[in-house]
């Protein structure tokens, strides 16, 4: 249900509907930090899955050490690299399969992914691709997103220009045939699904995939779970490098528990439920990609005007682990936590104005000496963090603001002085400088089957085509 980041210059007829956001005043009001807000319902404890219970790494998962990463513009390996010993960094693939402006014509015949993964190759980091059309594709992309969705998986048209669309990534990510390379499958889709569904079922949804017509899906059923199915068959047919993430939407089950804060037995229940939808599909995807929300909470205090009801506090960030517990050992996959907000309430640049909003994802799980925070999640099954915001505004470890080296006047008690021009105030590197400088965590319940990388002569260092100016790095 969150809006994603939609690249500056592309798909501008959707952009203009999503991403109208004006700047806001500084605010003096203290947010609800953790200390702040009670923690309602009954006590929650963390996961309650042992680690011996988690399910195995996919084979080819590239780190026996829980890794952190970022959203990164094309050609900006190197200089990400020297910020942080970073894993992993991800690129959106959006603007529609229909529009004549999607990722495949950012650079003749869909080379935007060889280069990005080149790059990446070349730096020593997992490429990770977040592939998120269809809310963007014709005619649904002019709809409601959950009327749109739907209207768009069942058009014939659009369905085989995006399975075609999936394809040519699948036959660029595949020529590289010993490189892990992961595709991100669809944030926020699947959660409409499930609710569209009966008794949470895919195959109650209907979909056109044999129907498109396309040889590779020939048998396969027209629906929610076909659709999965088929992108399974793709990538087992062009690309088995390629590691699939399904993304788990909490609020798909209909009760979103970073605002119901619910109980242990009522988000083991709903953990159960979308375990029990993910199955459905009828087909296992490599790891499912999750979320704590997609912009800064502050962002969606003054913003959106949510009164601070996005703020989390210790109890939220127990549940939501108990939840990721639960749906880890259901599902049997392992986790990766997506789209980190990257504000803090350390820093003097964290004022609540647009790109310095606060937010304290980052300080639970990196400015924790004793790491228990982050062994939370892990425990749970989470095996790698990647951080970066979702909408032009939110804060980045950047300076998206163009306004270098900024220290106001301290609010909420936020008195650290800025140590760069990010506009976090330098705090989000830091702290992950520190997290290696420390020791990477090693992923809990067992090890991964690395993947080979080829030789690092196999690509130039620094592309030189930016096909999406303003991605934030």
Not at 48 to 73: E, F, I, K, Y
Not at 352 to 360: A, E, F, K
Not at 416 to 426: L, R
Request: proline share 8%.
């Amino acid at each position: 249900m969150w809006r994603r980041w939609e690249p500056p210059g592309l798909g501008r007829w959707v952009i203009a509907a999503a991403m109208l956001l004006s700047a806001c005043s500084s605010s003096s009001a203290k947010p609800p930090l953790a200390s702040d807000r009670p923690t309602p319902g009954a006590p929650v404890t963390g996961t309650p899955v042992s680690t011996q219970a988690l399910p195995p790494l996919p084979p080819g998962w590239p780190a026996t050490t829980v890794q952190l990463g970022m959203a990164d513009s094309p050609g900006g390996a190197a200089a990400l690299k020297e910020r942080a010993a970073f894993g992993f960094r991800y690129q959106y693939l959006s603007a529609g399969v229909n529009t004549g402006e999607g990722w495949a014509t950012w650079t003749p015949d869909g080379a935007f992914v060889t280069t990005y993964i080149q790059d990446s190759l070349s730096n020593g980091i997992v490429p990770v691709f977040t592939y998120y059309q269809m809310r963007q594709s014709l005619p649904g992309a002019k709809e409601s997103e959950a009327k749109g969705n739907a209207d768009n998986l069942q058009n014939t048209a659009t369905m085989t220009a995006y399975f075609n669309d999936l394809k040519l990534f699948f036959q660029r990510a595949g020529a590289f045939p010993n490189t892990t390379v992961v595709l991100h499958v669809e944030p926020d889709l699947w959660g409409y699904i499930e609710q569209k569904s009966s008794r949470d079922d895919a195959a109650t949804v209907p979909a056109k995939v044999a129907a498109t017509g396309l040889s590779e899906l020939s048998g396969l059923p027209d629906n929610a779970a076909g659709f999965a199915q088929a992108i399974k068959k793709l990538r087992d047919s062009y690309a088995p490098n390629v590691l699939i993430g399904y993304h788990m939407s909490g609020w798909g089950t209909g009760n979103d528990i970073t605002y119901s804060d619910p109980g242990n037995s009522t988000i083991d229940a709903l953990a159960a439920r979308a375990s029990r939808f993910y199955l459905s599909l009828g087909t296992r995807f490599d790891i499912s990609f999750a979320e704590f929300s997609d912009r800064d909470a502050a962002f969606k205090q003054f913003q959106n005007g949510d009164d601070g009801a996005s703020w989390f506090n210790a109890g939220d960030f127990a549940r939501l682990a108990r939840f990721l517990g639960d749906f880890s050992a259901g599902s049997r996959t392992r986790i990766v936590m997506w789209q980190i907000p990257l504000g803090n309430t350390k820093m003097r640049a964290m004022n609540n104005t647009w790109d310095h909003y606060q937010d304290n994802r980052v300080e639970w799980l990196l400015d924790d000496a004793s790491r228990r925070n982050l062994r939370a999640y892990v425990n749970a099954g989470v095996i790698a963090f990647l951080f970066g915001r979702g909408a032009d505004g939110a804060t980045c470890a950047c300076d998206a603001a163009d306004d270098g080296t900024t220290n106001p006047p301290p609010m909420n008690g936020n008195t650290g002085t800025s140590i760069s021009a990010d506009d976090d105030g330098g705090f989000f590197q830091q702290k992950a400088r520190a997290y290696y400088a420390a020791g990477a965590m090693p992923v809990a319940g067992g090890g991964a089957t690395s993947t080979p990388a080829p030789p690092a002569n196999s690509a130039p260092k620094n592309p030189t085509v930016d096909p999406i100016p303003g991605t934030p790095r």
